[in-house]
């Protein structure tokens, strides 16, 4: 029961490192020291999934499962928790490996300008008097 229930907790705490990556960004706006702990989070992620990598999370879930006597997985986080909800296996079949690299890249991307505006917001902060 132990192990099932410390499973659970890495589900929650994968999923809100997730939104972190993707959204945490535009914390920063208000807490920007918050960017010295989403900066690498957001090039872990975004590596990930362009990398193919599984992220440790998903090991340690899949081990605490195993040691709870349930079954674990050996697909990534994404592929066995949300991409069934987003995109039904019925409807399309898989999700290819180029929506992974796409997803990577948005990440990246949405991240970058996110930080972009950030700078440019604190350089008009300085020049100013």
Avoid at 112 to 127: C, G, K, N, P, T
Wanted: glycine letters at 10%.
């Amino acid at each position: 029961m132990l192990y099932r229930v410390l499973a659970d907790v890495t589900v929650a705490v994968h999923l809100a490192f997730i939104v972190f990556v993707i959204f945490g960004g535009l914390l920063t706006f208000r807490w920007p020291k918050l960017a010295w702990a989403h900066l690498p989070s957001f090039v872990w992620g975004g590596g990930i999934a362009i990398l193919g990598w599984i992220c440790p999370l998903t090991y340690l879930e899949n081990d605490l499962r195993a040691t709870g006597a349930a079954a674990g997985y050996g697909t990534s986080f994404v592929e066995e928790y949300l991409l069934p909800v987003i995109y039904p296996e019925q409807l399309f079949g898989g999700f290819p490996r180029g929506g992974f690299i796409a997803i990577g890249v948005f990440i990246l991307a949405l991240n970058a300008v996110i930080y972009w505006r950030l700078y440019m917001r604190m350089q008009s902060q300085v020049s100013d008097p």
